[in-house]
C-alpha cells in the first residue's frame, strides 16, 4: 500500500477502496477516457489497489495520440517554409511524422515555436506582419473553445498573415467507436472532466441509454478516480446505466453556453481520422467555410503527402484498449520517450508514456536503461 | 492536454476588445482570457486551460488541486510554461 501514503488524503482513499471491495462482487471492466486520469492511474498505482477483477483500460483521450499523421506531414511541410513561424503546443513538437518531427526541422533552421495559448499565437501574427504565422489547432472539445476564440480573435485584428491547421477531435463519437467495436470489452466509463467542463454531459445521456453503458463523469486526482470508480461499479452491480456526475465543482449538466457558442461559430463538425485507429463519422472539427481564410490546410498547397508508419508501433491497439504497453515488442527496448516510434510515448498523456515514466517493464524482457532511472 | 490549472483571477481588463485578466497561480503570474467566465470578479478562482478560463470554481477547491498538480510536475510545466512554486511552509 505505498501508493496510498502519497495521497492527499490517505484516509479517504482508504475508505473509498474498502467500500469498492464491499460493493464490487463480481469482475467489471471500466475505461478512463481521457489521457490525464490514465497519467494519474497509472503514477499512483490506482489500477493495481483496486480490488481484484476490477480492470481499468486505458482509453484514446490523447489529442497527441489520435492526431493522424497526415496532419502531422501537412504541419511539417508547412514548418519548412522559410516565410513561416509554425506554432504548436510543445507536447506536438517530438510526435514522429513519416519522416521526422517537428523539434528536429527546427533543429535544422526551421522557425518552430511551443506557445502556451493559441492566442500567443495571434499576438505573434501581430508582431511580425512580414511572417505568415501558422497554428496547430489539435485537441478535444476542452481545447476548441480556446482555438476558436483565436480565429475569431484573428478576424477581428484583420490578420492576414494568420492560419490554423485543424484537427480536432470529439469524445462522444470516439466513445461510440469503442462500443461499437466487436472486441468492446468495456462495461462502464469514466468521462473526460474538463470535456464535459466545456460540452456539460447531455450529450452522453443517449450513449449510456443506448449502450446501457454507466458514464461517470470524473476529475483527475487520485481521489477523483477511486470515486469514480466506485459510482460506475455501483451502478454496474446495481443494474443501472446512467450519466452520474462525480467532478460536480468544476462540471454542470449544459457545460459553458460561452464556450459552446464560440465552437458553433468557427468549426462544423466532420468525418475525422484518429491515428491509430482510423476514420470515424462526425468525430472532429474542422473550420467552418466562413472562416476558409484562416485555414492553413488551404492556404498553402504542400502538394501530395504519403504518410507512413512505423511498422513496430501498436499505437492503434493501445489507444483502443486492446493491448497495454508491456505487451509491445518496441516497448522500454526500441521505443523510449527519447526516442519514441509512436505518438503514445510522446505525450504526457499517452499510455505508453504513463507506464514508462512509472517504470512499468514487460515480464522478463530488458528495458532500456532510461526506465531504471 | 486537457489538464486545467486552478488560479486566483488579481486584475480584469479588456484588450483589443477580448475580456482578459490576469491570473495568479499560486506565484505564477498569466495573462488569461476571461471571455467564457463572464460573471467571474477579481478575487475569483477560476480553472484555466491553455491560457483560457473554462469555468468558475471555488478557493478550497483550487488549493486542494494545486496541492496535487505540485506532484504532476511534467505535466504543469507543458501546460503553464513553467512549474507552480512550492506551497508556503511546504518545505520543497
Not at chain 1, 463519437?173 to 466545456?198: N, R
Not at chain 1, 443506448?210 to 481521489?223: C, D, K, M, N, R
Not at chain 1, 461499479?233 to 453556453?257: I, K, M, P, W
Request: aromatic fraction near 6%; charged fraction near 20%.
Amino acid at each position: 500500500m505505498k501508493y496510498l501514503d502519497e495521497y492527499r488524503d490517505p484516509d479517504l482513499a482508504r475508505v473509498l477502496l474498502n467500500e469498492l471491495r464491499t460493493v464490487a462482487t463480481r469482475p467489471w471492466t471500466l475505461m478512463e477516457v481521457c489521457g490525464g486520469q490514465t497519467h494519474t492511474i497509472v503514477r499512483q498505482g490506482i489500477d493495481e489497489l483496486l480490488p481484484a477483477g476490477i480492470r481499468m483500460i486505458h482509453g484514446p483521450g490523447c489529442p497527441v495520440c489520435v492526431t493522424p499523421l497526415e496532419t502531422l506531414d501537412r504541419a511539417m511541410a508547412i514548418a519548412a517554409r522559410p516565410d513561416t513561424i509554425f506554432t504548436s503546443f510543445g507536447d506536438m513538437l517530438r510526435v514522429p511524422g513519416s519522416e521526422t518531427d517537428l523539434l528536429s526541422l527546427k533543429a535544422r533552421g526551421a522557425d518552430v515555436r511551443v506557445v502556451y495559448s493559441p492566442m500567443d499565437a495571434v499576438l505573434l501574427a501581430q508582431q511580425r506582419p512580414d511572417r505568415q504565422v501558422v497554428f496547430l489547432a489539435v485537441g478535444f472539445e476542452t481545447t476548441a473553445p480556446a482555438n476558436a476564440m483565436a480565429v475569431l480573435h484573428a478576424e477581428a485584428l484583420g490578420l492576414s498573415n494568420f492560419s490554423v491547421l485543424v484537427s480536432h477531435v470529439l469524445v462522444p463519437p470516439g466513445m461510440t467507436a469503442i462500443l461499437e467495436s466487436a472486441a468492446c470489452e468495456v462495461q462502464a466509463f469514466l468521462a473526460a472532466g474538463h470535456v464535459c467542463t466545456v460540452m456539460g454531459w447531455t450529450e452522453y445521456e443517449p450513449l449510456a441509454a443506448a449502450y446501457h453503458v454507466p458514464i461517470v463523469v470524473t476529475g483527475f486526482e487520485p481521489l477523483d478516480l477511486l470515486e469514480g470508480i466506485l459510482m460506475a461499479v455501483r451502478q454496474l452491480e446495481e443494474g443501472r446505466s446512467v450519466v452520474e456526475n462525480q467532478y460536480v465543482r468544476a462540471v454542470h449538466r449544459t457545460g459553458n453556453a460561452a464556450a459552446q457558442e464560440a465552437i458553433r461559430r468557427v468549426f462544423r463538425v466532420t468525418d475525422r481520422a484518429w491515428r491509430g485507429i482510423g476514420t470515424i463519422g462526425a468525430s472532429g472539427l474542422s473550420l467552418a467555410g466562413e472562416y476558409a481564410a484562416f485555414d492553413a490546410e488551404i492556404r498553402f498547397d504542400v502538394g501530395r503527402l504519403s504518410t507512413v508508419e512505423h511498422p513496430d508501433c501498436i499505437a492503434g491497439e493501445i489507444l483502443t484498449g486492446a493491448k497495454v504497453p508491456t505487451d509491445c515488442a518496441a516497448y522500454g527496448a526500441a521505443c523510449t520517450p527519447r526516442s519514441p516510434l509512436g505518438a503514445p510515448m510522446v505525450s504526457s498523456e499517452g499510455t505508453c508514456a504513463a507506464y514508462f515514466n512509472a517504470g512499468r517493464l514487460r515480464t522478463n524482457v530488458p528495458m532500456a536503461g532510461e526506465a531504471l532511472r | 492536454m486537457c489538464l486545467g490549472i486552478p488560479g486566483k483571477v488579481t486584475e480584469i481588463y479588456e484588450r483589443d476588445g477580448l475580456r482578459m485578466g490576469t491570473v495568479d497561480f499560486s506565484g505564477v503570474r498569466k495573462e488569461v482570457c476571461l471571455a467564457y467566465v463572464p460573471d467571474v470578479t477579481v478575487g475569483g478562482y477560476v480553472i484555466v486551460h491553455v491560457g483560457f478560463a473554462i469555468t468558475a470554481v471555488d478557493e478550497a477547491e483550487a488549493e486542494r488541486t494545486l496541492t496535487v498538480l505540485r506532484a504532476m510536475g511534467d505535466a504543469v510545466t507543458a501546460e503553464l510554461g513553467e512549474p507552480i512554486p512550492a506551497a508556503d511552509g511546504a518545505g520543497r
